[in-house]
């Protein structure tokens, strides 16, 4: 029980007052106004007989109200609240920056590839021109022959 | 009473932090503020109205609310806690009036720790009795109570909440537990006797 400042000007702690404390907040001490809880305990030791008369009333009733358990919530209504609440979609905006930074590595890495191709073929071709003196079919299928092969028919 | 005028006192408000991250739609934050607030809403909610199933629609309509407000709640104004309680309580307020009030005598729905089946049907009777004698209590004598005792608020929690002085507050304490006990234990001993 959180406590708050009671700013009601206190009534002396007498029969009368602790009875109405009892009445109203029950035999457990714990449960009694903060502010008046220790008038209050002294009042019950320096009154034994009249105090004790009262707390056990007020505690036959305590027992009852201490019957009255409720259930706890079902799972089901546990995910359904939670389900019908509001939540930022993390997880998919993050698949989505994933998904187009994964995009623009590939693309890079494409771009990246293309030019060394590029470079190679360009700054390589001298090299494969000649290397094509040694074995002209390169530039041709398999299925290709040379024209003197034909000529004779 | 309006939201704002309840609770001032917020200056150390144990669920500001919470509240905040929710209002932030963290998914985390709402998981945790549920598994912090449901039960006792649940049970606020219960000991109002002695029903299980309208208990769960109050609950799930205040977390509602909570959702709609949690982005502009500005810690410092309200305890929110105590927010949640008004909330919850006028959510009551609505079925009750519906209802007109109407007693409920159906059979409770609680945990089972009865050992035998003797223990069994004692615990039902018991529970049932207590439920029945909470519902024909005056609402806001019963409001009193359950906000007091079973809520666990203080007395100057429960009295600005209710919106009504400490004093007043008591006298509704004082006039739900002889009413109780009236309905509880006298007239039982008065059946015993027969």
Known sequence: ?153 | MSDREIGRDAGCDPDAELVERVGRRDPAAVRALVERKLPRLLRLAMRMLGDRMEAEDVAQEAFERIWTHAPGWKAGQAKFDTWLHRVALNLCYDRLRAHRETPVDEAPDLPDNAATPAEHMEQRSRAMQIRAALAALPARQREALVLNYYQELSNVEAAALMGISVDALESLLSRARRNLRTLLIERGEGKEER
């Open chain 1, 1 to 153: 029980m959180t406590r708050e400042s009671d700013t009601r000007r206190l009534p002396p702690m007498d029969e009368a007052r602790f009875r109405a404390i009892v009445d109203a907040y029950g035999a457990d001490e714990q449960r009694w106004p903060h502010a008046e809880r220790a008038a209050a305990q002294a009042w019950a030791n320096a009154h034994r007989s009249e105090a004790h008369a009262l707390l056990e009333t007020a505690a036959r009733l305590d027992d009852w109200l201490d019957r009255y358990e409720v259930a706890p919530a079902t799972d089901a209504l546990h995910r359904r609240i939670v389900g019908r609440a509001p939540v930022r979609v993390a997880s998919r905006a993050h698949t989505w920056w994933s998904g187009a930074a994964l995009a623009g590595v590939g693309l890079l890495g494409g771009l990246t590839g293309a030019l060394a191709v590029s470079f190679f073929v360009l700054s390589g071709a001298p090299e494969a021109i000649h290397a094509s003196s040694y074995d002209a079919t390169y530039l041709t299928t398999s299925f290709g022959g040379s024209a003197a092969d034909w000529s004779g028919q």
